[in-house]
């Protein structure tokens, strides 16, 4: 029997649910951004008068801004409060929409759009850090599956709203769509987030490890898309950005452990356990998840020759099941830790991807699907329980600073995962190809989208294998995450009345 006087139960309040939708608002805009813009890269070349090489800098500027930003962000939160620091970064996003909007060459929407980026780059940080401090540790898997939700269906209803901005109106609208939106994120936050604590010990800002660490990011960004626009990773101009990220994150390393706290992310974090197991897992699911997730749409429009539009509407099965896992995954994660239910979803996430691994030029839609709903389950049981059992052994003051390593890792592996399947899915191809005496042309994903129409019923049979061969090794990355998920946190059930719930505000 429950206890009357006990003051407070382990439900989600009422104040971490607004906290949670309030974030949701801002980040929804940011994750549904990014694959629109994937999705409308041919109509900008197209309607700017820019070669394909040129526009696809409106990604790549955005995400060099990202890593440039993110680990400023738990400083600024130390400094001025997330609150304010939330505010700021929609704010910027938003503007960054407006100008977009308003470009008039390929050269001012790629300004715009790195002006969006140092706004987008700074939210995954910081809305993990506020619903993390307003959620405490027994309450955040479910706080978290409440995250989880824009960055699991952006992906789904990225391409189906770009598909439909692009067909039935102008680019323009693209990212026009994200002001109205970007004003009512802005507007709650100021009704409903709380200010937050602030730290003044944090008011010198490591300017040296700043741009170490920032440069450090971008340089291995950069090196990653370099990697997939190619395939490869052999030539000079890849490794050469790859190896200066490498080295220039060991420097920063050794900048962090001389300056310790003061530094603008403090890598003695990792000597937690918890986090340290929590994020080598986040980036272990960022590869293989993340990654898996962009050779979807790409087999359903190269291989079945599906638009934007159908490619999203075949993917929801995804989204649905990542939903229902979440809903559930949060709740048994704050009983018996992730460490339990972490396992069950990569079990889950490998069934859902076998499937893909025999996919041919005609396979069931119906029969993927049910896969699809299988692998989404998967990686809602993943992702939202890896994160929230990262920050789960840390003390509130130390969040902030937590979060942009996080970020930080989430966002390279993404990268890493999605360079690894295109040179898997490239290299097999071109294999594939000169089996068959048929000449190939370009590298990476040009290659993909170059073959011509007439020529698919020769092609796309060996298209669709070098696709399987590409999901395996999404299966195999898949799989590794069972070695870091050995080291998540595991409990028995907790007692919603034996365990008080830490207070709500932020």
């Not at 680019?171 to 109205?180: A, K, M, Y």
Request: glycine residues 12%; hydrophobic residues 50%; neutral net charge.
């Amino acid at each position: 029997m429950s206890n009357p006087a006990h003051p407070q139960s382990n439900k989600l309040d009422r104040s971490v649910i607004v906290t949670g939708l309030v974030i949701v608002s801002g980040m929804i805009m940011v994750v549904l951004d990014t694959t629109i813009v994937n999705v409308a890269l041919e109509s900008l070349s197209t309607e700017l008068d820019a070669s394909l090489s040129t526009t696809q800098w409106v990604v790549t500027g955005y995400l060099l801004a990202v890593a440039l930003v993110i680990p400023l962000t738990g400083w600024a939160m130390d400094r001025f409060g997330p609150k304010p620091t939330w505010i700021t970064a929609v704010t910027l996003f938003v503007a960054g929409s407006a100008l977009c909007a308003a470009a008039w060459s390929i050269e001012t929407l790629i300004v715009f759009r790195i002006l969006q980026g140092l706004g987008g780059g700074m939210l995954l940080p910081a809305g993990q850090a506020i619903i993390t401090r307003a959620a405490g540790p027994d309450r955040l898997g479910r706080a978290m599956a409440i995250l989880g939700v824009p960055m699991l269906l952006g992906p789904v209803l990225g391409p189906v709203i770009g598909g439909l901005l692009v067909e039935y109106t102008s680019w323009h609208w693209i990212f026009l769509v994200n002001v109205p939106v970007g004003l009512v994120a802005v507007a709650l936050a100021v009704w409903k987030l709380p200010f937050g604590d602030t730290a003044p010990d944090r008011d010198r800002l490591d300017l040296l490890g700043l741009a170490v660490l920032s440069g450090s990011l971008v340089s291995l960004l950069y090196g990653l898309s370099r990697a997939s626009s190619q395939g490869g990773f052999g030539e000079p101009d890849v490794l050469g950005w790859l190896v200066g990220g490498a080295v220039g994150l060991g420097l920063y390393t050794w900048h962090s452990l001389r300056k310790g706290t003061d530094s603008i992310v403090d890598v003695r974090l990792l000597t937690n356990r918890v986090f340290a197991a929590g994020t080598v897992s986040v980036f272990l699911v960022a590869i293989g998840l993340f990654g898996g997730m962009l050779l979807l749409p790409l087999y359903y429009q190269t291989v079945r020759g599906e638009g934007a539009l159908n490619a999203g509407l075949l993917l929801a099965p995804q989204g649905l099941g990542a939903i229902v896992a979440m809903v559930i995954g949060g709740r048994i994660t704050d009983r018996i830790g992730a460490g339990y239910v972490v396992p069950v979803g990569v079990v889950l996430a490998m069934i859902g991807t076998y499937p893909f691994t025999h996919v041919g030029a005609d396979s069931s839609y119906l029969w993927l699907s049910v896969a699809l709903f299988v692998r989404g389950m998967g990686l809602g049981s993943v992702m939202m329980p890896t994160i929230s059992a990262a920050y789960s052994d840390l003390s509130r003051e130390v969040v902030t600073r937590a979060a942009p390593t996080l970020s930080a890792i989430q966002q390279v592996g993404a990268s890493l995962g999605s360079a690894l399947l295109v040179t898997a899915l490239t290299q097999r191809l071109t294999h594939e190809l000169n089996a068959h005496r048929i000449p190939s042309s370009g590298g990476g994903t040009d290659q993909i989208g170059s073959v011509p129409p007439e020529a698919m019923p020769v092609i796309g049979p060996l298209l669709a294998d070098a696709f399987g061969y590409a999901f395996w090794v999404a299966f195999a990355l898949t799989a590794v995450i069972f070695v870091p998920a050995m080291f998540l946190p595991r409990h028995r059930s907790r007692d919603a009345d034996a365990t008080p719930a830490p207070p709500a505000g932020i």
